[in-house]
């Protein structure tokens, strides 16, 4: 009965589906670099292809005309539909049945954005050329809502053959693309957070109100999972600590040790180093300790890059143009980094979030908003409905994408699900959290729990 709220186990395949995903050792560096180049082309290549996404503001505009109504929910969701096919479809495909042409569909989409570039590019831009396009702003914002989506894909289609063992997580060295689901967040949360736009006077009770969902939703997940009997792999937090308590932690720390931005890099880099110092010395320590600190280091140096990239644009010349070169200089020198470290120092390791693992996880991060810095080489409209959609709920899509991942898990018997089945359950699953995030988006439903 321990652990259970019904005489009969609801998860009696639980110790088969932790095994399935334990003792993995992770892909190799460069597919992970091919995955991360997929997600954002599609983007890119969907917002070049796209039509303006007016509809929902349209509809703000005429709601006291059923007829306009009508005609912009209908346009809303048409073109939300349009995102998903061309976008998490395609993303999704990848990530299971075609994974084995991984390499093919990057080099394809890279010369499709290519040829695009040259010989779509309107003379307005090549006369004017980046420095007098928008912000990045919204390329930040994509990039954001390209690592919740991403992650809402991989949380339940792990749990199925058709998803390759080598993304996932790996148990200790090495890495899988779902390894850098967690250093993702903490760097998209770092690029934006208060302390890169160097707000100072935000009390700690406030910064303990900002963080009280994730403290929340990290208790839930601790009561919900006993309640059910549900699978947790041990050696991915622990027993008593997951994505949300990291995330948290990082944050009130941050909120509770104040260090200007100008500074944080460096002192996120000395904790890097005495990580990396201490597990030269000592090789099991970290694996037997929290790694908390190794998150607060790739947060602070976040905190930095968001501070100099993105909010202090008062020096000369800093304008999109400027961006945009040192962001792709960043990406490249992140991944090599990432690279030497990993064959040189210490492997790749996400359990002790070591340096190689940061190096690696901000090298991917800047990849990807790179490339997605490639929509102002042509004419698009605004952000895609599907970004707009998780930009607004972005923690209510990952609530409710983890609610429908356990309420499958509990369901079906995912290890056993033949490759069509599997593949049809994440294609219902992922149009029915796009849907239901559109809907919120569409009627103005934002989920605030503070």
């Known amino acids: 009965m321990e652990g259970r709220l019904f005489d009969k186990p609801l998860n009696p395949n639980k110790h088969l589906k932790e095994q399935f995903v334990s003792n993995l050792t992770g892909s190799s560096l460069l597919e992970i670099a091919a995955l991360s180049t997929i997600v954002p082309a599609l983007v890119v290549l969907r917002k070049w292809c796209s039509e303006d996404n007016s509809g929902k503001d349209s509809a703000k505009k005429n709601d006291d005309q059923v007829r306009p109504v009508h005609k912009d929910w209908i346009k809303y969701f048409h073109t939300l539909l349009i995102d998903y096919l061309t976008v998490v479809l395609p993303v999704l495909l990848v990530f299971t049945v075609f994974s084995e042409w991984a390499y093919m569909c990057a080099i394809s989409l890279v010369i499709l954005i290519s040829i695009y570039i040259m010989f779509e590019r309107s003379p307005s831009h090549l006369k004017a050329g980046l420095s007098q396009l928008p912000s990045l702003r919204a390329d930040i914002s994509s990039y954001r809502v390209s690592v919740v989506l991403v992650t809402c894909l991989c949380i339940l289609a792990v749990d199925f053959k058709i998803f390759p063992r080598r993304y996932a997580k790996a148990e200790t060295y090495g890495s899988g693309i779902m390894d850098l689901g967690v250093g993702s967040f903490v760097v ?26 994730l403290l929340f939703l990290g208790f839930a997940r601790i009561i919900s999972t006993w309640g059910v009997d549900y699978q947790v792999h041990v050696g991915e937090y622990g027993v008593h600590w997951n994505f949300f308590f990291t995330l948290a932690a990082v944050s009130i720390l941050t909120s509770i040790v104040r260090i200007h931005p100008k500074y944080c890099g460096l002192v996120g880099l000395l904790i890097l180093a005495g990580i990396d110092f201490s597990s030269l010395v000592r090789q099991t320590f970290h694996f037997n300790n929290p790694f908390l600190k190794g998150y607060w280091g790739m947060f602070l140096i976040g905190v930095s890059l968001g501070y100099y990239l993105f909010i202090n644009t008062t020096s000369k010349g800093k304008n999109r143009n400027t961006q945009v070169v040192q962001i792709w200089v960043l990406a490249i020198s992140f991944w090599i980094l990432a690279v030497i470290s990993d064959s040189c120092i210490e492997r790749v390791s996400r359990r002790m979030c070591n340096f190689a693992y940061v190096m690696l996880v901000f090298g991917q991060n800047f990849q990807v908003l790179s490339i997605l810095t490639l929509v102002g080489f042509a004419p698009h409209k605004k952000n895609l409905v599907l970004e707009d959609a998780f930009n607004q709920n972005m923690l209510g899509s990952f609530l409710l994408a983890n609610i429908l991942t356990g309420l499958v898990n509990l369901s079906v018997n995912t290890l056993s699900a033949t490759s069509l089945n599997a593949f049809m359950i994440l294609s219902v699953y992922s149009f029915t959290l796009c849907m239901v995030t559109g809907l919120a988006h569409f009627c103005g439903v934002r989920m605030k729990f503070w």
């Open 188 to 213: 998209a949360n770092a690029l934006v957070s208060r302390q890169a736009r160097n707000i100072t006077s935000v009390s700690f009770k406030t910064a303990l109100s900002s963080i009280s969902p």
